[in-house]
């Protein structure tokens, strides 16, 4: 009798040293999570594209558009909803920043970077003529 519950006792005993490490590591992993999570700050810049500027946040051709400012650090989101009538996008050539495909006229786009260096720069629409037209912005890195 003894003997039988030690045999049957041991791949329980097993069993459950597994699913301990398993269950450890499966919370070591959600709190690892949640840690780089909070630890890495997130901006969320939302864009409408438009061959005119009629709205609060504009992109368009007549060069008021929005400027924008984060910290070093910072993981950058930036969606583009294109509210006109041609294609659109986003490019930052000196962060190496494209948002691809081009967005199609009613449909958004995203694009997420890392705020790597510090500076000034410029947001623009690579599609040919737009930026000429103005459709373009700085975002600001601050050090
Ligand atoms: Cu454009």
């Known amino acids: 009798m003894s003997s039988a519950s030690t045999k049957s006792s041991l791949p329980l005993k097993l ?14 992993g959600l709190l690892a ?3 780089f999570l909070q630890v890495i700050p997130k901006a969320e810049i939302t864009l409408f594209a438009t061959e ?14 929005s400027a924008f400012t984060v910290r070093t650090g910072t993981l950058v989101q930036v ?3 294109n509210t006109g ?3 659109h996008d986003f490019v930052i050539d ?13 449909h958004s786009g995203t694009v997420t970077f890392l705020a790597s260096r510090a500076g000034t720069y ?5 599609i040919p003529g737009h930026k000429e037209l103005g459709m373009q912005g700085q975002l600001t890195i601050l050090g």
Not at 15 to 28: D, N, Q
């Open 15 to 28: 069993i459950a040293a597994a699913g301990i490490v398993f269950v450890g590591a499966l919370v070591g």
């Open 79 to 81: 969606t583009l909803f």
């Open 94 to 106: 000196d962060l190496a920043v494209h948002l691809l495909p081009d967005v199609e006229p009613s």
């Open 33 to 35: 999570q949640q840690y």
């Open 52 to 65: 005119k500027n009629q709205n609060d946040k504009p992109y368009g051709y007549n060069g008021t558009n």
């Open 85 to 87: 009538v041609v294609m």
């Open 122 to 126: 410029t947001y623009f629409c690579s």
